[in-house]
C-alpha cells in the first residue's frame, strides 16, 4: 500500500523577505570574515610582525 503523501509546500515568500535575509546574512558573513580578519593582524601584531 503506497502512502499518500501531503504537499507541505506553502507560498513562496514575498521576493522582499528573500531579498532581506539574503542581504542580512551576507552582511553577517561579511562582518563575521572582517573580525576575523582583524583578530588575525592583531595576534600577528602582538607577536611582532608589523609591515615596515
Same mark, same amino acid.
Given at each position: !500500500?503506497? =502512502?499518500?503523501? =501531503?504537499? %507541505? /509546500? ?8 528573500? !531579498?532581506?535575509?539574503? $542581504?542580512?546574512?551576507?552582511? /553577517?558573513?561579511? *562582518? @563575521? *570574515? %572582517? $573580525? $576575523? /580578519?582583524? *583578530?588575525?593582524?592583531? @595576534? !600577528?601584531?602582538? @607577536?611582532? *610582525?608589523?609591515?615596515?
Amino acid at each position: !500500500m503506497q =502512502e499518500k503523501h =501531503e504537499s %507541505g /509546500a506553502s507560498k513562496p515568500k514575498p521576493l522582499w523577505k528573500r !531579498m532581506t535575509w539574503l $542581504v542580512l546574512i551576507w552582511s /553577517a558573513s561579511v *562582518l @563575521a *570574515l %572582517g $573580525v $576575523v /580578519a582583524w *583578530l588575525l593582524r592583531q @595576534a !600577528m601584531t602582538a @607577536a611582532g *610582525l608589523t609591515s615596515p
